[in-house]
């Protein structure tokens, strides 16, 4: 199965999610988190360099959990944008 490239809000989304995750692993391992995490230290060297922009809820929790990150602060960073309803003027 092939993906579809990454669109640019993909792209950025991701990067942001991965910059939050490293920031909160702080001096931990990637193989200590991940592995306490439940994950391979691939999946979560992934995740970190944006390469898998949206984990599934389930990986977003575990780490959530697993780096004492508020759960909604991690779900936000890998949700899709929603844009605003433009109101009329």
């Known amino acids: 199965m ?3 490239p990454l669109t640019p809000e993909e792209r950025l989304r991701g990067e942001q999610l991965g910059r939050l995750l ?3 692993r702080g001096g931990r391992s990637i193989v200590e988190v ?3 995490a439940g994950m391979s230290a691939e999946t979560l060297r992934k995740i970190e360099t944006g390469r898998i922009a ?3 809820f389930f990986t977003i929790a ?5 780096l004492d990150v508020p759960l909604g ?3 936000a960073r890998s949700a899709p944008a929603v844009s605003a309803p ?3 003027t």
């Open 2 to 4: 092939v993906r579809p």
């Open 73 to 75: 602060l991690l779900a």
């Open 34 to 36: 991940a592995a306490a």
């Open 54 to 56: 949206t984990p599934a």
């Open 86 to 88: 433009v109101l009329p």
């Open 22 to 24: 490293r920031e909160a």
């Open 62 to 66: 575990a780490l959530a959990d697993v």
